[in-house]
């Protein structure tokens, strides 16, 4: 994303989360908007993987995720001493960067030998 700051991801209201900077807190979003202002690793729990989850610049869509078999979303963004402490990751990248990461990590699927399991996301643009 150009500017973090102009970002909102939404559709998360309601849903419980694991607040990963407070200590693995479980919490409730309580907003209908995300904003970035500080390090935040939250692990939102039971999406509904039909379910878009929309970014948002400056109020405007800029593009929605849906998923398949992925019931969990992750909203991350290091700030800036993390980002400082990331070899792989510029000072001031994650003014430019914020992670929308479907996943599977509350229920895990297990699989016996020849059994097979897949996860997608669709990213759809709203330019």
Do not use: H
Request: hydrophobic share 35%; net charge negative.
């Amino acid at each position: 994303v150009p500017d973090v700051s102009k970002i909102a991801v939404t559709n998360l209201k309601g849903k419980v989360y694991i607040d990963k900077v407070d200590n693995k807190a479980e919490k409730t979003e309580t907003t209908n908007e995300i904003i970035i202002t500080g390090e935040t690793d939250r692990v939102y729990l039971d999406v509904d993987p039909t379910a878009p989850v929309a970014v948002l610049e400056n109020g405007q869509p800029l593009f929605t995720i849906t998923r398949k078999e992925l019931n969990t979303v992750t909203v991350w963004n290091p700030w800036v001493e993390n980002a400082k402490k990331m070899s792989d990751f510029d000072d001031e990248e994650y003014k430019g960067m914020v992670c929308v990461e479907p996943g599977a990590v509350k229920s895990w699927s297990v699989l016996e030998g020849g059994d097979a399991w897949e996860g997608t996301q669709t990213i759809r643009p709203r330019l």
